[in-house]
């Protein structure tokens, strides 16, 4: 359990601004990633506390076990009701306790912008499955973070802690907290270079290097809508398509766009119709 951080105003231990506590059975695995990087250097400042709490502590057979075999059979096994219900009751983590499945509702950016208003918890699956009635009457909800199978919910709750954790207030710095902006938009990132300008004969786009700030954002600016009508036009339509002033950055930078774009109509795209993005923009 991290120690309360103190602060210089006289007024004792400070109240660290987020809490997330996570039931696992490999606390081990979970604390020392949550040691390191921007979770680590969080908790440390007393701005996060992340509380790894061990499945098995409540445990109170010999072998200390949590799963067991599928009642009408099959492989494998399956995270047992008692050992999580009693770990869940003796640890009173806060709510909601949410459990990490890939059946659960897929998190994202604007899901963990949720959560880091308030504090939570993750209960991380194993094994097969995990009995049902811990789905039904223990946690409050499911979280999945892709679609895909892992062995067990530690990654995935390692996934939703750290990107939570950057959104608390004070975890990042001025400088970089503005990385969320670009996602809150609902664009890809435009490229990032740095030195050298020329490195195996590949350069930097001039523009970057010209000292013209204004020039810079409106490339940066262009570039973020190519890459996401390229990449992830998806992202494009559920932000309801592109603005006439977009079309005409995009145009500005040599990028063949029609006026149908700006309305969000439907028309062939560029990435669409044409070649794939792989195959772009190939010296
Ligand atoms: C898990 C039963 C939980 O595989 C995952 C997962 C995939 N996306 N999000 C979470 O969690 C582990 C496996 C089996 C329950």
């Not at 145009?251 to 119709?273: F, I, K, V």
Request: glycine share 10%; aromatic share 6%; hydrophobic share 40%.
């Amino acid at each position: 359990m991290a120690a309360a951080a103190h602060d210089s105003s006289g007024e004792g231990p400070k109240r660290a601004a987020m809490r997330i506590d996570v039931l696992t059975i490999f606390p081990d695995v979970v604390e020392s990633y949550c040691d390191a990087s921007v979770v680590g250097r969080a908790r440390r400042a007393g701005i996060l506390e992340v509380n790894v709490h061990d499945l098995r502590l409540a445990t109170t057979d010999a072998h200390r076990s949590v799963d067991d075999a599928p009642f009408g059979g099959g492989a494998g096994m399956v995270l047992a009701p008692e050992p999580v219900f009693a770990a869940v009751e003796a640890v009173r983590p806060p709510r909601p306790l949410l459990l990490l499945s890939p059946g659960g509702r897929r998190f994202d950016q604007s899901l963990a912008r949720e959560l880091a208003r308030a504090p939570f918890s993750l209960l991380c699956g194993r094994y097969e499955g995990v009995d049902q009635r811990i789905a039904d009457h223990l946690v409050d909800g499911e979280l999945s973070v892709g679609d895909y199978v892992l062995a067990g919910g530690e990654l995935a709750a390692l996934v939703v802690v750290e990107s939570v954790a950057r959104l608390v207030p004070g975890v990042l710095g001025n400088e970089e907290s503005a990385t969320d902006e670009s996602f809150s938009s609902g664009l890809l990132e435009y490229p990032q270079y740095t030195r050298p300008a020329v490195f195996r004969s590949w350069e930097v786009p001039p523009v970057l290097r010209s000292g013209d700030h204004a020039a810079v954002a409106r490339w940066r600016a262009a570039e973020s809508l190519r890459r996401t009508i390229e990449r992830r036009p998806d992202l494009l339509e559920s932000r309801g398509g592109l603005s006439d002033a977009e079309v005409r950055l995009l145009c500005d930078h040599g990028y063949p766009l029609g006026a149908a774009e700006s309305s969000g109509a439907r028309r062939p795209g560029p990435s669409r119709g044409g070649a794939a993005p792989e195959e772009r923009d190939r010296p």
